[in-house]
Structures are given as structure tokens and as C-alpha cells.
């Protein structure tokens, strides 16, 4: 099996465990001199010439891995969307169909209100016992809570049982969720070299797009090969339950990766310096992770918002809002969308690529000027109705959205420190999730009903877009540069040479007080 290169050590700091250990027993002035201390340490770790050569074989297992994850909750997520009509005849007592389908959405809503639990369990977690063996935990959950879902009887089989079971099922996915997408990016962009962050990065919403194609591709083929009956009697679980053998190969990739570079360079430094560790760990609970990281955790907020916002809307209400609002035809619509992600899909490298090359910050600010300058233009143009031109409009949103789907998960792990990662970009990207992406629907359709105004969806986008704005220019350029608190991270020994060469050239005489 391949392996990761290893990393140079650096020289022992003999004062340093000693400023470490004594940290947790001291008031928080003392905290914050730790702190300051410990980003010294890495500040002085980045120049010391330390540069990890990464292993491209391991890179692309993780990139799979790490995407597979993100596919199966997507293909999750396009199964139950697709499903709605069928799950709330199946589930809830027959009547009135509006409130079957409010019932169902009511349990898949549901979710959303244990991410934020999720990214603050799962989160620390994977900052302490590692990346790897969080992640294999929540493929776990994810895989089991949606193959539970295609064995729970019908309501008429065991009545108020039935809705219970599906939505302890819906939690379980939702709780595993918290730690997925903040664990998935993490260790992608720990294992990837800086210069291809981005590129790397974008193969997770590729993920992403391919999972919620396939769900929805499924359901609309069985939709036109079996009866409704067949449908409603059977055939509406066998999406569900094709989590179970995704789940499997899901989890056999992930137990065969090793543990990020970044994260074994943070354990072997706590393994020389047990006291340290033990005092360090008391210290980054949930309240370092919020509190002692709040200005970069509302940047990751802000940056979250307008990504989950815009994704929410183009590809989770607007089919809605093509049918109920448009009175356009509902199975045309679901196709537009299908391939609307389909050419997003064809774009996501290359756009992660760009990324690279010019950096995060210019391409997340075309996508919030181009969302603040063409949400109404292109919502007019879909408002014309024609095929030709709702493709259009939805395509030019689908391409700005582009924009955050491939570089948000390389500048997302970029803001918080090693130490933190996990934790603190799990809790600020489910936090923003559950108050602003998964509401978007809910909030947007609410806000027709009160003006009458149909044109809501792209003012909503273009305030989403002007948030954005605002945490791009304070959020710094992350591009071709490595993560805080790790080496370099190159993929050739000639690549690590020249990257040592530089270091030392650029770092000087270190100063006195960085090693103490």
C-alpha cells in the first residue's frame, strides 16, 4: 500500500512544553499567552525548512473517499426530494394531500436541526482521535440511517410507528451529516499539495452533483417503468436501500487511507510531549472552537451563507417555483435542474483549477457580483417561460454557483488552524447551514405569500451575494499557500527541495521569542 511521505521533524522546543502544561491551570491571560505562543511555534514550524511530499495514489483515495461521502448524502438528498409524494402517501394517513407532503418534508427538515449537534460532536472528535476514523464513523450512520429507511413498514402496517421510525432515521442521517462535509474537506485539503487545493477540493461538490443526480435520476426512472401501485407498494424503498452496498464501498475507502499529514504531524509533537498534549486537549473544547476562533468563524459563516443560499435555491427550490408559481410543467422542470447540475458537473474541475491559478478570493467574488448583477435578469428571463429560456436563466445561475462549489471547500479548512479544523469549520458550516441554507425554501416561499411578489427568489440571492462580498474581502488569500499550522505540501522530492530552499531564504534569523 502506499504511503504518506514523511515529515521532516523539526527541533526540539524544550520550552515549550513547559508554557503548554501549565496553560489549563492558569487564568485565561495566561490562555491567551499559550495561544500566542502556540502560533509562534507554528509560525516558526512553517519556516523551518519542514516540507511534505505528498503521495499521489493516497491523494486520489482520499479525494474518492472523501466524495463518496458527499455523494451519498446527496443521493439521499435526491431520492426523499424526488419521493416526497410517494413517502407522504406511504407514511402519514391519507387525506388531505398538501399536508402528506408538508408531513414529509417536515421530517426531512428535521435534519437540519441536529446538524449543528453533528458538527459539534463529530468536530472535536476528528480534531482529537483523527480525521479518518470520524469520517468512518459518520459513512457509517449515513449509510445505515438511509438503508433503514427503505425497511420501515407503511403506516398502514403498524400506523403512527411508521412516521416515528422515519423520522428517527431522518435524525441519525442528519446528526452523521454534521460531521461530514466539515470532516470531508478537512482531508482533502490536508492531503492535497497547496498548489492543487483547489483543483482537489472541487472533485467534493462533483461529489456532491453526481450523488443528487443519481438519486433523482433513479427515482424519475422508476417513476416511468413502474406503476404508481408497484411504486407505492415497493418499489419506492429499492433507492434507499442501494445505500447499504454504497456504504460498504464508501466505508472499505476510507479504512484504507492513512491519517492527514497535516493531523499525524500534529499527534507525533503531542506523542514527544505527552504533558503538553494532555493540557492542550483541556483547552480546545467547544468554547476555543467557537469563541477563541469567533471573527473566523463568522467570516466561515458568511462565506457558507451565500454558497448555501444560492445551492439551496437553484437546485432545491426552483423546481418548486417553476411549477407552483410558473405553472410549468413539473417533470420538464426536475429535467432542467438535472441538467443544469449535469453541465455543472463538466465545469467543477475546471473551475477548481482556476482557482489555483488566480486564487480563492477573485473567483468566490465573481460568483457574488455575478449573483448581486444577474439574479434578476436571469429570473426574468426564466419568468418567460419557453424552455429555451428557463434553460438559459438556470444555466447562467448554475455557472455562477460554479464559482462556490469549486473553491469553497479549499478556503473553507483554510481559515482555521490544524488543531481546530475539524472542529470549528463543522460547527460554523452547520450553524449557517441550518439558520440559512436549509430555510431558503421555506423562507423564500413564505415571503411570496406575504408581498406577492414573485421576483423574491433573486433578491434573496442578491442579498445572499452582498453577505458574501463582505466575508470576501475580509477573508485572506489562501491559493498555492499551506495550511495554517502545517508545512508545505508538495508532490515531488525536487518540489520539496526548491520549497526548503525558499523557506530558509525567506525566514532569516528566527526570533528569540518564537521558540519559547
Not at 458568511?302 to 411549477?323: A, I, Q, R
Not at 465573481?366 to 444577474?374: A, I, K
Not at 469553497?408 to 472542529?423: I, S
Request: some cysteine.
Amino acid at each position: 500500500m502506499p504511503t504518506q511521505s514523511p515529515v521532516i521533524p523539526r527541533p526540539g522546543n524544550p520550552g515549550g512544553s513547559r508554557s503548554g502544561a501549565a496553560a489549563a491551570d492558569t487564568d485565561p491571560r495566561q490562555e491567551r499567552r499559550a495561544e500566542r505562543t502556540d502560533l509562534a511555534k507554528e509560525t516558526a514550524q512553517q519556516a523551518s525548512g519542514e516540507v511534505t511530499v505528498v503521495d499521489p495514489a493516497m491523494v486520489k483515495r482520499a479525494v474518492s473517499a472523501a466524495a463518496l461521502g458527499n455523494a451519498m448524502e446527496w443521493f439521499d438528498f435526491g431520492v426523499y426530494s424526488y419521493l416526497a409524494v410517494t413517502l407522504g402517501h406511504v407514511f402519514f394517513p391519507s387525506g388531505n394531500p398538501t399536508a402528506q407532503l408538508l408531513s414529509t418534508f417536515g421530517a426531512f427538515a428535521a435534519a437540519f436541526l441536529v446538524r449543528p449537534i453533528g458538527g459539534m460532536v463529530f468536530g472535536p472528535l476528528g480534531d482529537r482521535i483523527g480525521r479518518q476514523k470520524v469520517l468512518a464513523i459518520t459513512m457509517i450512520m449515513m449509510a445505515v440511517g438511509t438503508f433503514a429507511i427503505g425497511l420501515i413498514p407503511s403506516y398502514a402496517s403498524i400506523g403512527v410507528g411508521a412516521p416515528i421510525l422515519l423520522l428517527a432515521a431522518r435524525l441519525v442521517q442528519g446528526f452523521s451529516t454534521g460531521g461530514e462535509y466539515g470532516g470531508a474537506s478537512t482531508f482533502i485539503a490536508e492531503y492535497a499539495p497547496d498548489k492543487k487545493r483547489g483543483f482537489l477540493g472541487s472533485w467534493l461538490e462533483f461529489g456532491t452533483l453526481a450523488g443528487y443526480i443519481g438519486g433523482a435520476g433513479l427515482v424519475t426512472l422508476m417513476t416511468a417503468l413502474l406503476t404508481t401501485e408497484d411504486l407505492h407498494s415497493w418499489g419506492w424503498r429499492v433507492p434507499f436501500l442501494i445505500a447499504g452496498p454504497m456504504g460498504i464501498i464508501g466505508l472499505y475507502l476510507r479504512m484504507r487511507l492513512e491519517e492527514t499529514p497535516a493531523f499525524a504531524q500534529l499527534e507525533k509533537e503531542a506523542h514527544a510531549k505527552e504533558k503538553e498534549r494532555r493540557a492542550a486537549e483541556k483547552r480546545i473544547g467547544i468554547r476555543e472552537m467557537i469563541f477563541g476562533q469567533w471573527r473566523t468563524m463568522l467570516l466561515c459563516v458568511g462565506l457558507v451563507l451565500v454558497f448555501n443560499v444560492t445551492d439551496y435555491m437553484l437546485l432545491s427550490y426552483m423546481p418548486s417555483y417553476l411549477t407552483s408559481e410558473l405553472k410549468y410543467d413539473e417533470t420538464d422542470a426536475l429535467m432542467v435542474v438535472l441538467g443544469v447540475m449535469a453541465l455543472m458537473m463538466c465545469v467543477q474541475p475546471f473551475a477548481g483549477r482556476l482557482s489555483d491559478r488566480f486564487g480563492r478570493r477573485p473567483v468566490i467574488a465573481t460568483g457574488c457580483v455575478g449573483f448581486l448583477v444577474l439574479s434578476v435578469p436571469a429570473l426574468l428571463l426564466i419568468r418567460q417561460g419557453s424552455l429555451l429560456a428557463i434553460a438559459l436563466g438556470m444555466g447562467a445561475l448554475g455557472l455562477l454557483l460554479v464559482a462556490f462549489t469549486s473553491s469553497m471547500p479549499a478556503a473553507l479548512p483554510a481559515l482555521f488552524p490544524t488543531k481546530v479544523r475539524y472542529g470549528s469549520l463543522s460547527i460554523g458550516f452547520n450553524i449557517s447551514v441550518s439558520l440559512f441554507g436549509g430555510t431558503t425554501p421555506l423562507v423564500v416561499t413564505a415571503l411570496i405569500g406575504a408581498t406577492g411578489n414573485t421576483m423574491m427568489p433573486a433578491y434573496y440571492m442578491m442579498g445572499a451575494a452582498v453577505i458574501g462580498g463582505i466575508a470576501v474581502l475580509l477573508m485572506s488569500e489562501s491559493a498555492r499557500k499551506p495550511l495554517p499550522g502545517s508545512p508545505p505540501a508538495v508532490e515531488t522530492e525536487a518540489e520539496a527541495r526548491e520549497a526548503r530552499k525558499a523557506l530558509r531564504a525567506a525566514r532569516g534569523p528566527v526570533p528569540a521569542g518564537s521558540t519559547a
